[in-house]
Nanobody, 121 residues
Framework: QLQASGGGLVQDGGSLRLSCAASQRTLSRYSVGWFRQAPGKEREFVAAARGSDGSTYSADSVKGRFIISRDIAKNMVYLQMNSLKPEDTAVYYC????????????????WGQGTQVTVSS
């Protein structure tokens, strides 16, 4: 129901834009978050957009570099990633929740399959 795409291999300092598409759901009715998981690490919050008003919140580690946005007409949510660093290497997931806005991955009901982002030094 959620499809994440746009990952790839990029050099240190490069940019990528991830996309999250939903089928059978209107994303503007949900809070949508991006999370990432590196090998051997727990899944961590990256950024999220609140469903009710589109307000956004980003983790300190990506603030000023990553921007989450949504296109209601296209039913898409994006994560623009700039100034990428090797430590940003991970599988990135988009997720949605119909519940209260949250940064906790365990409270998101719907998940995409993930897209690999690799940043080379």
């Amino acid at each position: 129901q959620l499809q994440a795409s746009g990952g790839g291999l990029v050099q240190d300092g490069g940019s990528l834009r991830l996309s999250c598409a939903a089928s059978q759901r209107t994303l503007s009715r949900y809070s949508v978050g991006w999370f990432r998981q590196a090998p051997g690490k727990e899944r961590e919050f990256v950024a999220a957009a609140r469903g009710s008003d589109g307000s956004t919140y980003s983790a300190d580690s990506v603030k000023g570099r990553f921007i989450i946005s949504r296109d209601i007409a296209k039913n898409m949510v994006y994560l623009q990633m700039n100034s990428l660093k090797p430590e940003d290497t991970a599988v990135y997931y988009c997720a949605a929740t119909a519940g209260s806005f949250t940064l906790l991955p365990r409270l998101y009901e719907y998940w995409g399959q993930g897209t690999q982002v690799t940043v080379s030094s």
